[in-house]
């Protein structure tokens, strides 16, 4: 399937025209607009979150009991 050529682009402008009138076209394209913002805007969130949970290090703790009673706990830290 191809693109709308010059005067199918024509039609389908009078069309719309006809169907909302002059005065919604404005408002529907302000919230199309407003769409298309939050829908950037979440992606950019998902983006920043994936990167920050792949910077963020693991700290793990072991505690251990020695012999005589005594705990001893142990870190590690790694970087993803």
């Known amino acids: 399937m191809s693109m709308p ?3 199918e682009w024509i039609l ?9 009138g002059g005065r919604k076209i404005p408002e529907f394209m302000r919230g199309l607009g407003k769409g298309i913002r939050e829908f950037n805007d979440a ?3 998902v983006r ?3 990167e920050e949970g792949a ?3 693991d700290v793990k ?10 705990v001893t706990t142990t870190t ?3 970087t993803h």
Request: net charge neutral.
């Open 5 to 7: 050529g010059g005067s």
């Open 12 to 20: 389908i402008i009078l069309a719309v025209l006809i169907l909302f």
């Open 43 to 45: 992606k950019d969130n």
């Open 48 to 50: 920043r979150e994936i």
């Open 55 to 57: 910077k963020e290090k």
């Open 61 to 70: 703790k072991v505690v251990t009991t020695n012999e005589d009673g005594s």
């Open 76 to 78: 590690t830290t790694t």
